[in-house]
C-alpha cells in the first residue's frame, strides 16, 4: 500500500527575517550570559532557512546611563534590526538596601537612583525609535532576596527592580513595543519552589546572576513571548483510514505500508533542540519541552507487540503499539541523525558566544575603565592609565576580576580583527550545518 507525497509549510517567525541582526544591550547578566546562546540555537534549529547575526553588546557592571554613552558605537555599528534591552540591576545601587531601618539620606539616594533609570531608559527608548530599531524591552531579572542561601541579601532590591520594570513595560506601552517581564517570572518560580526548599534559587550564589538554569528560564518566557508554540515536526500514521497520513513542518515522500513494516522518507523543517544536562534542572521548572520541543511520531492501529524505529538504517528505539499510538517523542532520543546535527550546531553557538565573550573584553575596558582617557591611542599608554586605575580598588571584592579583565583586553586586542573574521567563520558554518536532510525510516514488528 502506498501513499501519495505529502507536504507541510514550513514554520515561520513571527519577529525576524532572513538577515535581520539583533544586539542584546545590557549588564554582566547580558555580558556572561546565556539567554542569547540559547535563543540563537533555538532560531538555528527551529527556523534553518533564516540567516539571524546575535552580537553581544553587555558590560558587567553597565547601567542605563552607559549604555546611552556607547549605543552608538557599540550598538549602531552592527546595523541592527532590533534590539533586546536589560538593564536596572545596577542602576538601583543594590548597596542602598539592606534589612534594617534606612537613614532619610539613604532613602533619597534610592530615589534618586529610580529617577536617573527612568531617565535614562527614557532616553535609550528615544534613541531606539530615532535609529528606526525594532526594540524588545526585558523587565530586569530578579535580585534573590528571597532564598536562605548563605549570601547576606540586599533586601528590598528586587522590589526597587519591580519598580524599573513597571517603567520598562510603560516605556514599551507608549511606543506600541513589546515587554516582557522576566522579574514577576522568576519570582513566581523562586516562590513556588521555596514552599518545598528554603535553599531553592535560580539565580546564584550571589543573588545576583542566574546561573544556566536561570538564563534557561529567561531564554523560555522571551520565546514565548516572541513565538508561538510549535512543534518540530509531527507524523502522523492512521493505519484505518483512508486518508492515512497527517503532517507538520516535514514532508514525506514514498509511504509503504505492509503487514509487519511502515517505511517512507522524510524531510522535517527543523531540527530538535538539543538537550545538555546542564538545563535539566530548568527542564522541570517551565513546559519548554512540551510547548516547544514536540518531535512526535504517531501511529495509529498497529497490531499489538513492539515495534524498532530505525532512521538511516540505523535502530533509534523500541516502542510498544501503545507508545506509538500515542506518540513518542523523538527530541528525547538523542541518537537520532536530527539530533545529532543538532548537537553539532549547539557546539558552533557554544563557541559562538565564547569568541563573542573574548571580543566583548574591548568595549567593557573602553567604556568602564578608558572613558575618562585623553592620552596616545596606543596600548602601551592606555595599559599605563589602567594600572593606576587597578590599584586603586586593590582590596575590593572585585579586584581580582577587573584584574583578569584587564589582562583579556591585553591579549585581546591585537586579536580584534582575527576574533571578529573567526566569529563570523563560525556563524557561517551554523547556517551551512543547521539544513534538514531527507532520511529513510522505518517501523518494523519485531
Known amino acids: 500500500m502506498r501513499s501519495e507525497v505529502i507536504h507541510a509549510q514550513s514554520q515561520e517567525s513571527k519577529n525576524f527575517e532572513n538577515g535581520n541582526t539583533i544586539c542584546f544591550l545590557g549588564d554582566s547578566i547580558t555580558h556572561g550570559g546565556q539567554f542569547h546562546e540559547f535563543l540563537q540555537l533555538y532560531y538555528a534549529t527551529r527556523y534553518p532557512n533564516i540567516a539571524l547575526t546575535f552580537h553581544n553588546c553587555g558590560i558587567a557592571g553597565d547601567n542605563a546611563e552607559g549604555m546611552s554613552y556607547r549605543f552608538k558605537n557599540d550598538v549602531l555599528v552592527h546595523n541592527p534590526t532590533h534590539v533586546f534591552l536589560m538593564t536596572g540591576m545596577n542602576d538601583v545601587i543594590r548597596t542602598l538596601y539592606f534589612e534594617g531601618q534606612a537613614s532619610d539620606e539613604i532613602i533619597q539616594k534610592r530615589k534618586n537612583a529610580l529617577t536617573a533609570y527612568k531617565q535614562n531608559t527614557d532616553i535609550l527608548a528615544e534613541k531606539f525609535e530615532a535609529s528606526g530599531i525594532t526594540p524588545i524591552y526585558l523587565t530586569p531579572s530578579t535580585y534573590d532576596q528571597y532564598s536562605k542561601i548563605e549570601k547576606v541579601k540586599n533586601l528590598g532590591c528586587n522590589d526597587a527592580l519591580i519598580e524599573c520594570s513597571k517603567h520598562i513595560k510603560s516605556i514599551a506601552k507608549q511606543s ?74 516535514c514532508d514525506i515522500y514514498e509511504l509503504q505500508l505492509t503487514k509487519n513494516k511502515i517505511s517512507f522518507k522524510c524531510l ?4 530538535p533542540f538539543p538537550i545538555s544536562k546542564s538545563i535539566n534542572k530548568a527542564l522541570t521548572l517551565v513546559p519548554f519541552q512540551q510547548e516547544f520541543n514536540q518531535e512526535i511520531l504517531k501511529i495509529i492501529g498497529l497490531d499489538r507487540g513492539n515495534y524498532d524505529l ?41 563557541e559562538y558566544k565564547k569568541t563573542g565573550y573574548q571580543l566583548r573584553s ?85
Open 176 to 249: 506600541n513595543r513589546l515587554a516582557i517581564d522576566l522579574n514577576t517570572h522568576m519570582q513566581d518560580i523562586m516562590h513556588r519552589e521555596l514552599q518545598k526548599d528554603s535553599l531553592f534559587t535560580i539565580i546564584g550564589k550571589d543573588r545576583v546572576h542566574p546561573e544556566t538554569t536561570g538564563h534557561f528560564i529567561m531564554f523560555h518566557k522571551i520565546i514565548s513571548a516572541i513565538e508561538s508554540h510549535s512543534n518540530v515536526a509531527q507524523i502522523t500514521i492512521s493505519l484505518n483510514e483512508v486518508k492515512n497520513l497527517k503532517t507538520e513542518n
Open 268 to 271: 522535517e523543517n527543523s531540527l
Open 310 to 350: 530505525f532512521i538511516q538504517d540505523k535502530l533509534i528505539n523500541t516502542f510498544s503499539a501503545k507508545q506509538l499510538n500515542d506518540g513518542v517523542n523523538l527530541s528525547t532520543e538523542s541518537n537520532t541523525p536530527q539530533y545529532k546535527q543538532a548537537q553539532e550546531i549547539m557546539m558552533l553557538c557554544q
Open 362 to 446: 574591548i568595549p567593557f575596558m573602553v567604556y568602564k575603565y578608558l572613558r575618562d582617557y585623553t592620552g596616545p591611542n596606543n596600548l602601551y599608554s592606555k595599559q599605563i592609565h589602567l594600572e593606576k586605575k587597578l590599584k586603586k580598588i586593590e582590596g575590593r571584592p572585585f579586584y581580582n576580576y577587573i584584574k583578569k579583565s584587564m589582562h583579556d583586553y591585553y591579549e585581546t586586542f591585537p586579536r580584534q580583527d582575527s576574533l571578529t573574521d573567526q566569529l563570523k567563520k563560525i556563524e557561517r558554518a551554523i547556517y551551512m550545518k543547521n539544513k534538514p536532510e531527507t532520511r529513510s525510516w522505518s517501523i518494523v514488528k519485531n
